[in-house]
């Protein structure tokens, strides 16, 4: 079998927007291409579960994005993010990055969550997807915890 | 007269910068042996260390606080985005660091917002921190109860 080859610097260019890209879409309601970040078989596990496949991560993300409260016009939320820590080859990496989520509610901007995105990235048809994304908690403050426990 | 700077070099201090915030949180102090000179000298808000033996022993010491480091996880190091300077032997990097924890009530706070200004070598095709000297610029270190 043969070598994959080394990681290059368009490579890891390419994973940096892949990441930038996941908040972008996320933040402006941008459910398709979300979901279209995600490779065929793709997996998200988060807090509250894992999906399966872009229909999976559709259903999900989709649901998120339709629980904004009555009067949001943009999403209460901004994904901000650190430098990812990338490794692997020319055909599969990892990268582990820090994002904080800020939230702006009733005119107060307070800080509910610090999570890791852990990532497995795949280079399909030269164009690099997540294969698995393993949102890990980080800080989550108690307004938070009590706010999912409900 | 050295090369310039490349995309592969930029990437690569990149690489170095975003490794050392997970070295402390995870924690992986022998990891930071891939973030410093084998000499790196650490001017820290602690004092002054030099050599990679005298740097875990800083990283040791901030994880016995308690906070750094611990599972499930009390404190983050934030690293934005850094400005970097030099050619393909030598760059220095300014990059803004955010600290994060919790209160007294749980809720997530800033207690320190901090930067580093690093002095970084490439030796044997690998770039490291030469030295690094960390400034808390708005706020204070957090206690380590």
Request: proline content about 6%; hydrophobic content about 40%.
């Amino acid at each position: 079998m043969a070598e994959p080859t080394p990681l290059t610097a368009q490579d890891r260019l390419d994973v940096i927007n892949l990441i930038a890209s996941y908040a972008a879409y996320l933040d402006t309601a941008d459910l398709d291409g979300y979901v279209d970040n995600f490779a065929p078989g793709g997996v998200i596990e988060h807090s509250a579960g894992r999906c399966e496949g872009q229909a999976e991560i559709r259903a999900w993300v989709g649901g998120l994005l339709g629980a904004r409260r009555p009067g949001d016009t943009i999403s209460p939320y901004r994904h901000v993010l650190g430098i990812p820590l990338i490794e692997g080859d020319g055909e599969r990496c990892s990268a582990r990055t820090y994002v904080l989520i800020p939230q702006q509610r009733d005119g107060e901007l307070t800080l509910p969550m610090v999570l890791t995105y852990v990532d497995s990235c795949v280079k399909l048809d030269g164009r690099w997807r997540f294969a698995k994304r393993i949102i890990q908690p980080g800080l989550v403050s108690a307004a938070r915890r009590s706010e999912t426990a409900r | 007269m050295a090369e310039p700077m490349s995309a592969q070099d930029r990437l690569d201090v990149m690489d170095v910068l975003g490794r050392y915030p997970f070295c402390l949180d995870s924690p992986n102090v022998e990891g930071l042996a891939e973030v410093f000179a084998p000499d790196a000298v650490l001017e820290g808000i602690g004092g002054s260390f030099a050599g990679l033996e005298a740097i875990f022993g800083w990283a040791h010491g901030l994880i016995a606080g308690g906070r750094v480091g611990a599972d499930p996880p009390q404190l983050v190091h934030f690293v934005g985005l850094p400005f970097i300077e030099g050619d393909a032997e030598r760059c220095s990097a300014r990059t803004y660091s955010v600290i994060l924890t919790y209160d007294e009530a749980k809720q997530i706070t800033v207690p320190l917002v901090g930067s580093y200004e690093d002095a970084f070598v490439k030796k044997d095709g690998r770039w490291r921190i030469q030295k690094r000297i960390i400034r808390g610029d708005l706020g204070r270190a957090p206690s380590r109860d």
